[in-house]
């Protein structure tokens, strides 16, 4: 199916895995960003990318690590999940250019870390 | 520092009368100015942006939002409110510097509305 979507939708984990989530679009654009969402806080950017090998961080990037080798794929991984991650993050991706296109989001990955 | 505020957590309005939701922002030049609704157990979905032009920007489900550069405001409106509209809103700001071609947006804490029938 066209556009963009987020594996697992549910995830919990202990203290001290690694765990990834992965984001994948169909639209074949630039660039791709991960949020998370808390309560009181909105949504805070984690990371994003503007194309294939090109990645830079945003506002809350500790404890995350994403690449991204392919235009359609931008896995975000936390190397050693803290319980302060416990959040609902969300991809986004967004065409490039003159005119500020929109981000369009996947549905989300709701992460419990015990 | 940049940021966005919306200062209700919570709007509370009755079905068929108009709606606002409150957004100002603090950032330096003439940013962009979006909209987003997000349904419970959902991702965001774009209702409409500002680019330049005409102050008032019509969107999508009938909503609207009015620019006003000396408030440095965006609010949401709707002249009658549906059940339906009950969700979170979120208005977001792009940057416009030309130095910054990150394409990121800057979110507000979100505004709640209740739409009671």
């Known amino acids: 199916d066209a556009g963009i979507t987020q594996s697992p939708r549910y995830k919990i984990t202990e203290t001290g895995r690694q765990v990834t989530l992965m984001c994948h679009q169909t639209?074949?654009?630039?660039?791709m960003f991960w949020y998370r969402q808390d309560l009181g806080h909105g949504l805070r950017l984690i990371y994003y990318?503007?194309?294939?090998?090109?990645?830079d961080k945003g506002e809350v990037p500790d404890g995350y690590v994403v690449s991204r080798s392919k235009t359609e794929n931008f896995p975000l991984t936390l190397e050693s999940a803290t319980r302060s991650q416990t959040s609902v993050y969300f991809c986004?991706?967004?065409?490039?250019?003159?005119?500020?296109?929109?981000?369009?989001f996947g549905p989300g990955t709701r992460l419990t870390v015990t | 520092a940049q940021s966005v505020a919306q200062p209700e957590d919570q709007v509370n309005v009755a079905e068929g009368n108009p709606l606002t939701v409150k957004c100002t922002y603090s950032?330096?030049?003439?940013?962009?100015l979006f909209w987003y609704v997000q349904y419970p157990n959902r991702g965001l979905q774009f209702l409409l942006k500002?680019?330049?032009?005409?102050?008032l920007v019509k969107g999508s489900y009938g909503f609207e939002a009015e620019f006003n550069k000396s408030q440095t405001s965006f609010h949401l409106k709707k002249p009658s409110a549906l059940v339906s509209d009950s969700a979170l809103y979120f208005c977001?700001?792009?940057?416009?510097?030309?130095?910054?071609?990150?394409?990121?947006?800057?979110f507000g804490s979100g505004t709640r509305l209740l739409v009671r029938p």
């Open positions: 986004a991706s967004s065409e490039s250019g003159g005119t500020p296109y929109e981000q369009y």
């Open positions: 639209w074949s654009h630039s660039y």
């Open positions: 990318s503007a194309a294939a090998d090109i990645t």
């Open positions: 950032v330096s030049g003439n940013p962009y």
């Open positions: 500002y680019i330049t032009g005409d102050n």
């Open positions: 977001a700001v792009r940057p416009r510097h030309r130095m910054d071609s990150s394409y990121k947006l800057i």
